[in-house]
């Protein structure tokens, strides 16, 4: 593995590098800087962002050009606002040590005469949008007439919107004998048309295949009714107790309206789309961006740039239109060398273009199912321990804890637990508890019976599910785990299967006859010097009914239409069908919705966001 030395950078890069904290180049960095620096070549690089492809550029761009000098020398383009701030920001962050460099953003929604006097102090890199460049350009703002560098960057996604006019116009007045390097995330043949137009013998690299998605983003989808698909989104939110989110909707109107509906619902959620003003949208992505905001409701247009690095999951909750656009919303995930989860909330209508998502992005997605109440239940249960358990003491509670212990003197230690854990248990439990199946089977479009998550359709249900006290934080994905168990337990391929990976701690099924030798394995396992301990889960897994009877698809159809389940007893109608598990909000407690109210409304946002790990 090459280091950023021997990639040829100079000194003061060198620096700024160890500033950053970077202590490999990623591939596409490894690939790219070594052609940049050595050659006069133009350049073709397929990569995804979050791979860090700006310093693929940013490095050997700023190393090649005169700083000295005051004229511009490297254009970089790029789709949106947002992106050309972020390449800016990162670039004059790589460029910190080069003493005189002057990078400009030069992008709509601002004032055209600051911009243009900034340029005018002498920049040596402008980094611009289509739209506003050709407008400078067209008011004699700026020269670029001396360009030797230009940067196409998320080219496949400045042709999407329309921008192919816009940049031939721009390339029309840079010389000739330039550079230009072109990254795209995907090769649609637009791409591959401009490629051919404006560049000569350009090398070509690719980090991954063609089009394909990051291999550190798996891909799952859900099959529900359509009118379950709301339902369906909180549950997936509520079993990822830590989940920091981009949801995608097709339409702008779909997009304000399930933002409204999360945020009336008590999760921490804002919506981004065109119709809002730029105002707005900054306010919303600075939210977003300090982690207040956990589910970020948006539109693939407004979406686009958004650079944010440590998103866990996306979730489509409709397919995009054009499928291949599936790509640029899974590659928001699993950003700077990090996983993550690309989810898909699909009808029976729509499970099709799962297949034609599989073969543009060149992998497989996994089918799950909804989790049940119980199972969110659980979840819930086991990460608020997780929490308390990894929480420091804070010690101003010492001066108060003779009250306390007076107020406890009659409890036990098991008591006390049970009645700390069921403040939030119970909110969730009362919600959840005749929540119904929201999974439906695929019926002729059954895809991989043999598969997790599959398993139970067709009616196979005598099954046991396990909790066990290992997770992702012990280096397991649900392949390693399966693979893990079926080594230790000497199982044959198909007998662990529903395995689902938390952060701490997992759950898997076998088939019911298996349960005795499962249990008897985990009395006294020990796995790298920790016991394992493995018990029998409450629920089933994914759809399973808590009274572990699953019942048929269509009653629960029914079901859904007659509010059995409803919290408000409601009569059906339109208003009350629509907010089916909204009506009573698990994040509420008990029935004192306005204490909680005002609870929450203190806090400002919801305190789960202000607790998480990872920031
Ligand atoms: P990009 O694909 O350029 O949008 O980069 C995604 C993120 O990865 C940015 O936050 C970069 O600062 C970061 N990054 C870029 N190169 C590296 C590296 N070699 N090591 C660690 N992080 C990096």
Redesign the pocket.
Known sequence: MSTFQDLGLNDDLLQAITD???????EV?AKAIPILLESETDLVAL??????????FGFPMLQKIDIDSRTTQGLILSPTRELCL?ITN?MKLYGKYCKGLNVVAVYGGSSITDQAREIKRGAQIIVATPGRMKDMISRRLVDISKIQYSVLDEADEMLNMGFKEDITDILSHTPEDKNTWLFSATMPREVATIAKKFMKNPQEITVGNKNESTSNVSHEYYLVNSRDRYSALKRLADANPDIFSVIFCRTKRDTQKVAEQLIEDGYSAGALHGDLSQNQRDLVMKSFRNQQIQMLVATDVAARGI?V?DITHVINYQLPDEIETYTHRSGRTG???KTGVSMVIVSKSEVRKIKSIERIINKAFEKKEIPDGMEICEVQLMSLANKIHNTEINHEIDKYLTSINELFADSTKDELIKKFFSVEFTRFYNYYQKSKNLNIAEGSFDRESGRDGGRDFGGKSDSTRYFINVGSKDGFDWMKLKDFLKEILELGRDDVFKVEVKESFSFFNTENELKEKVLAFFTDFKHEGRFVNVEESQNRGGGGRRDGKRSGGRRDDKRGGGRRDDKNGGSGNRSERRRSEGSSKPRRSGSDSNSDKSRRSDSGSRPSVARRSRR
């Not at 950053?20 to 990623?26: H, I």
């Not at 990569?47 to 693929?56: E, F, I, R, V, Y």
Request: glycine residues 16%.
């Open positions: 950053l904290g970077f202590t490999k180049p990623s960095q990569a995804q962002t979050g791979t860090g492809k700006t310093a693929a972020q990162e650079d690095d950003r700077a060398g």
